[in-house]
Every structure is written in structure tokens, then in C-alpha cells.
């Protein structure tokens, strides 16, 4: 199983960016899917979750800014990030908990990707 997230790059105080992140490979059944951020010399923080049925869950710092959603027929997860701050300059990372066609269930992470907020 890979995931490969994109979406991220270089905007100004107050825009907005899309992330995306694509689950391929020997997928029988995705659970919970996640976006986490980690600045440079810290821990990796949870930024938004969402279950398989839709349930979101965001962290206090972007309540209100972020959405976090999912395309269940193609292994896909979004997060929707607007009136975007210098503060959320951070490397972002897709984590999905995967159910394998041999039945193995594991959590997997995307490469990350960067995003930029200039002021």
C-alpha cells in the first residue's frame, strides 16, 4: 500500500490550498484517514481525522478553517485548508489505517508535503 499526498506549496496570509492524498495498492478496506503536521525539531500533531462514515474530528488550531474530507470509491482524502496562516508553515502528512487483501490491517503514511504561508 502507498499514499501519495499533494497539494502543497506557496501562498499568502489568508488564501487557501486543497491537499490531497491517493491510497493505491493492495487495498481491501480503508478505515480512519488522517492529516498530521510536524514543524522542524517537533512531535507529528494530528490536524484532522475522519472516519469511513464521514465523522471529522480537527485539532483546536484549525477548527474553523480546515475541512477534512474523503472519496471512499477511489481511496482518496482531502483537506481543505482556508484563511491559511504564517503559523501553519508545516510539512503535512496523509495517514491511513489500511485493511489489506490478505487481511493484514496497518497504518501507512504519505511522503509528505510541504506548505508554505508568507505574511
Known amino acids: 500500500v502507498q499514499l501519495q499526498a499533494s497539494g502543497g506549496g506557496l501562498v499568502q496570509a489568508g488564501e487557501s490550498l486543497r491537499l490531497s492524498c491517493a491510497a493505491s495498492?493492495?487495498?481491501?478496506?480503508?478505515?480512519?484517514m488522517a492529516w498530521y503536521r510536524q514543524a522542524p525539531g517537533r512531535q507529528r500533531e494530528l490536524v484532522a481525522s475522519i472516519t469511513r462514515g464521514g465523522v471529522a474530528n480537527y485539532a483546536d488550531l484549525v477548527k474553523g478553517r480546515f475541512t477534512v474530507s474523503r472519496d471512499n470509491a477511489k481511496n482518496l482524502v482531502y483537506l481543505q485548508m482556508n484563511s491559511l496562516k504564517p503559523e501553519d508553515t508545516v510539512v503535512y502528512y496523509c495517514?491511513?489505517?489500511?485493511?489489506?487483501?490478505?487481511?493484514?490491517?496497518?497504518?501507512?503514511w504519505g511522503q509528505g508535503t510541504l506548505v508554505t504561508v508568507s505574511s
Open positions: 495498492g493492495s487495498i481491501f478496506y480503508i478505515y480512519d
Open positions: 495517514k491511513m489505517n489500511v485493511q489489506s487483501r490478505f487481511g493484514a490491517i496497518s497504518d501507512y
